[in-house]
């Protein structure tokens, strides 16, 4: 995938592939590399992704290589895996087939940012110039808590391979029309995302649920793993 934005419209299927790569030098960016706006999105992305396993007991591996799905290192391999795409789907915002690894698709997330940061200017969508660097720095935080809270929704969807994980597509965008525990849908399980994925909330966004005795799923599992 590459770091791109198109700024001044809305980002869809038929104009994401003509979106300008910021992070390299072109003349759709002035001829200048900005890797310090890539970082936004990466350091975003990885605080939104913790943040959703901040009350549980799970271990975060540093500095160890990725198991990359198109060769790389194998050592040690992550038991779950996100791969950031840079492909638009269409279904959604991530994908999950199997238990130790899913997609998030880069340019479905920033159309959801854009709509919900909406609007800017005449526009009802929020997609600034790169001239207006706040603004356009605004975007690219939200983006990356975007793909964070993604990321931590599709591990949602991994762990369920290995014990239930019956709160997960709850909310009012439930397929199944299956409410979330408790009434609240600004958590990981909820089926869309919503404003509250791309925005720093107070309180915060709350932790995977439990169950109000502490059985559910996640629960389960770190059982299973102790076994």
């Known amino acids: 995938m590459t770091f791109s934005y198109l700024p001044g419209a809305l980002i869809s299927s038929d104009n994401y592939q003509n979106a300008c790569d910021f992070s390299v030098s072109a003349s759709c960016d002035g001829n200048t590399a900005h890797q310090d706006w890539a970082n936004v999105i990466k350091i975003q ?3 939104a992704y913790q943040e959703a396993f901040t009350n549980l007991p799970a271990i975060l591996s540093k500095q160890v290589a990725a198991d990359m799905q198109y060769g790389g290192s194998n050592n040690p391999r992550f038991e779950h895996t ?3 795409d840079g492909s638009w789907f269409a279904s959604g915002e991530g994908l999950t087939t199997r238990g130790d690894f899913s997609w998030v698709f880069y340019p479905k997330v920033i159309f959801n940012a854009e709509i919900a940061l909406g609007p800017y200017g005449q526009s009802q969508d929020y997609t600034p110039p790169f001239s207006d660097l706040l603004g356009l720095l605004r975007l690219l935080a939200a983006v990356g808590r975007g793909i964070g809270n993604a990321a931590a929704h599709e591990t949602g969807h991994q762990i369920a391979f290995t014990v239930p994980m019956p709160g997960m597509e709850c909310g009012p965008e439930s397929p199944v029309q299956k409410p979330c525990e408790g009434g609240i849908n600004s958590v990981y399980e ?3 995302q919503n ?3 791309f ?3 107070n309180p915060p966004k709350p932790a995977y649920c439990l169950g109000a005795d502490g059985s559910g799923g996640l629960a389960e599992l770190f059982q299973v793993h102790r076994r």
């Open 195 to 197: 404003v509250w994925d």
């Open 45 to 47: 992305a990885l605080n």
């Open 190 to 192: 909820a089926a869309a």
């Open 82 to 84: 996100v791969y950031i």
């Open 199 to 201: 925005l720093p909330y």
